[in-house]
């Protein structure tokens, strides 16, 4: 069984910074990937990044590359996501999620389809 536990959201006004945290447990080390992702109100999930845990590759969304910065700590089954000039378009619920263990052929990192398991969401909210 995987859980994941999402923290550090909060209030930050624009410009400013925020880290949120997503702790894993169970088997989330064997899992291809950690992806976060992102739900506005009345809008669609979207993919923010994503990072490999065995190679730590690292995958950005357009909208945020250059600002955010998703990093691992593998002893700590931690992925953190570090947020800088914050905009208040990135106001969203952010939630990480891995897929199962199984084969990933075609993995797609930013399509939320490949993602088994989710945590239950932390709230980023930027004022402007």
């Known amino acids: 069984q995987v859980q994941l536990v999402e923290s550090g959201g909060g209030l930050v006004q624009a410009g400013g910074s925020l880290r949120v945290s997503c702790a894993g447990s169970?088997?989330?080390?064997?899992?291809?990937?950690l992806g976060w992702f992102r739900q506005a109100p009345g809008k669609e999930r979207e993919a923010v990044a994503a990072?490999?845990?065995?190679?730590?590759?690292?995958y950005y969304a357009d909208s945020v590359k250059g600002r955010f910065t998703i990093s691992r700590d593998n002893a700590k089954n931690t992925v953190y996501l570090q947020m800088n000039s914050l905009k208040p378009e990135d106001t969203a619920v952010y939630y990480c999620a891995v897929p199962d263990a199984r084969p990933m052929y075609g993995f797609s990192w930013y399509n939320p389809r490949w993602y088994d398991y989710w945590g239950q969401g932390t709230q980023v909210t930027v004022s402007s």
């Open positions: 990072i490999r845990w065995t190679t730590g590759n690292t």
């Open positions: 169970g088997r989330t080390s064997s899992s291809y990937a």
